[in-house]
């Protein structure tokens, strides 16, 4: 049995006739370009903004931006450190360093270095002192900021803090020599009032300026105390 179709868009065919038919049904072909700039199929494109599904055409650029190495998010220059270094261990004017530079541009950890250096080689491993040793760094460093402005220098608390720091370093240099000559009293005691002049000196060289030239003696003398004071926790004394 048949029917005549009844517009130009059908045809009725038999149940018989259905059995052999087959085929495929093609649809369009749609792609988005989510990468690109140029968008090579507008109508999806615009059938998604239209809708507010825009959003999943946007492509966030990554950050190119390269990750900076560990010491130089910590502000730590080694060469910086050696060079302030020198500026301590040799403070004559006739070697030609610009030991201003420890104190015009004051860093925390090359200080800090230091003292925890020097608590090392003090305290024979009770590590516990160590905080104490590094309370009278900032502390004592403290004392002398404060005289210093009261006398009228220009200084600020990092550069007493870095200078003071610093200046241990002498003190780290006689240390292994006090244990050769800890047998020779008279030669023990040179060393120890050496270092203590010497680390002094290097100290009171940067922080006392040209304001307090009528002033020196009020200022070097608490920073040659400080020094003695560090001594003595090495040395028992």
Do not use: H
């Not at 200084?155 to 007493?160: A, I």
Request: aromatic share 12%.
């Amino acid at each position: 049995m048949q029917f005549s179709p009844t517009n130009g868009d059908f045809t009725f065919v038999s149940s018989t006739e259905a059995e052999e038919l087959s085929g495929t049904i093609s649809a369009p072909d749609i792609k988005l370009n989510m990468g690109t700039d140029s968008v090579k199929d507008p109508y999806a494109t615009t059938f998604l903004r239209q809708r507010g599904y825009g959003w999943l055409l946007e492509v966030e650029e990554d950050d190119t931006e390269e990750s900076k190495p560990l010491l130089e998010e910590l502000d730590i220059d080694l060469k910086d450190i050696y060079y302030k270094i020198r500026c301590v261990l040799m403070p004559m004017p006739s070697l030609g360093y610009n030991r201003q530079v420890v104190r015009d541009n004051p860093d925390f950890w090359g200080p800090l270095a230091v003292v925890l250096l020097f608590s090392m080689i003090s305290i024979y491993g009770q590590f516990r002192v160590v905080s104490w040793i590094i309370t009278i760094w900032i502390f004592g460093s403290l004392t002398i900021f404060l005289l210093a402005r009261v006398l009228g220098g220009e200084v600020s608390f990092g550069q007493v803090l870095g200078v003071i720091g610093y200046s241990l370093l002498p003190l780290i240099v006689i240390a292994p020599l006090l244990l050769v000559i800890g047998g020779f009293e008279v030669v023990s005691t040179i060393t120890k009032l050496g270092g203590v002049f010497w680390a002094a000196y290097s100290a009171a060289s940067l922080l006392v300026g040209d304001e307090l030239k009528t002033k020196k003696p009020l200022l070097i003398y608490p920073i040659l105390l400080l020094y003695i004071y560090f001594l003595s926790l090495y040395t028992g004394v």
